[in-house]
């Protein structure tokens, strides 16, 4: 074969490469882009849990999709479930609002597969459908849901969108705890660590700001500033939730750990208080 014949096949087999490619990567984006619609189609059944060959009517409480598929002797056997982040509340918020989602599950509690159904983040009006990044999405499938789905921890998350990225793997993680505790026996939390943290709750209910500081549980510092002043701080570790909802309450105590974990990976919380306290230095004559 001449040489010419040689680089013209090379040529080729180079574009036929990079057409497929293409192709490839372009099926990957239509695989998640973001229908912006709630109405689940049957196509994504298969999509979010690909192994069924079936899928039952929406039924029970949370309301799944159950899929089946034949097994070895030719009976029909469940495989798994799919279901929509919103029937098993409460949703977990993205930067904006809920972020709604269908998600597939095995029998086994390990995602099979997510698909995002609508959103209403800013960053769309402005970068478009910027959660159909199938890089993102694929690393859900096979994920087991005792996992903790962490941003920057065990999740890579989507470029610039670190809240939203939370709101995807969590609420996609809590939807399916919680879908695992109704149908598979799925317990979060077992008895001796449910039992530990009431008795945690019953004790901290005694303690007085002076007694925790008498206890040493909150350790004070002041530092001098300018115009004879002072600052004092008071600092406690807060990080496990029975101790932040006892200092803080529940509400703030969620909320600053959910901003903790979508930042920075972890619930590592320390509470500071400070006060600035002024010093009058009064003239001699004044000291009577």
């Known amino acids: 074969m001449s040489s010419t014949r040689l680089f013209f096949a090379a040529l080729m087999a180079l574009l036929t490469s990079l057409s497929t490619a293409a192709i490839a990567q372009t099926d990957r984006v239509d695989a998640v882009r973001t229908p912006f619609t709630t109405t689940v189609q049957e196509q994504w059944l298969k999509q979010v849990l690909p192994e069924a060959e079936r899928f039952s009517e929406k039924s029970g409480e949370p309301p799944v ?11 029909e056997v469940q495989i798994g479930f799919v ?37 209403t983040e800013s960053y769309r009006y402005s970068l478009g459908d910027f959660v159909a990044e199938p890089a993102f999405h694929e690393q859900f499938p096979g994920k087991p849901i005792t996992d903790e789905f962490r941003i920057t921890q065990d999740i890579d998350g989507i470029t610039g969108a670190t809240m939203t990225s939370y709101g995807i793997s969590q609420g996609a993680r809590g939807a399916a705890r919680r879908v695992a505790t ?27 700001w002076e007694s925790m500081l008498a206890a040493d549980m909150v350790k004070t510092f002041t530092i001098p500033m300018p115009a004879e002043q002072e600052l ?41 208080g400070a006060v600035s306290y002024t010093h009058l230095t009064l003239p001699t004559s004044d000291l009577v």
């Open 65 to 75: 999709y159950r899929a089946y598929r034949n097994g070895e002797n030719g009976e």
């Open 83 to 119: 279901f929509l982040s919103a029937d098993a509340p409460p949703e977990e918020k993205g930067f904006a609002a809920p972020i709604d989602m269908l998600i597939g599950m095995d029998m086994e509690g390990v995602i099979t597969g997510l698909k995002v159904l609508n959103y």
């Open 182 to 208: 109704a149908y598979l026996g799925y317990q979060e939390v077992d008895d001796e660590v449910l039992a530990w943290a009431a008795n945690g709750r019953a004790k901290l209910q005694s303690y007085t």
């Open 232 to 272: 004092k701080l008071s600092a406690t570790y807060m990080g496990d939730p029975v101790l932040g909802e006892f200092l803080i309450g529940d509400a703030a105590y969620q909320r600053a750990d959910r901003d903790a974990r979508a930042r920075l990976g972890s619930n590592h919380l320390i509470l500071i």
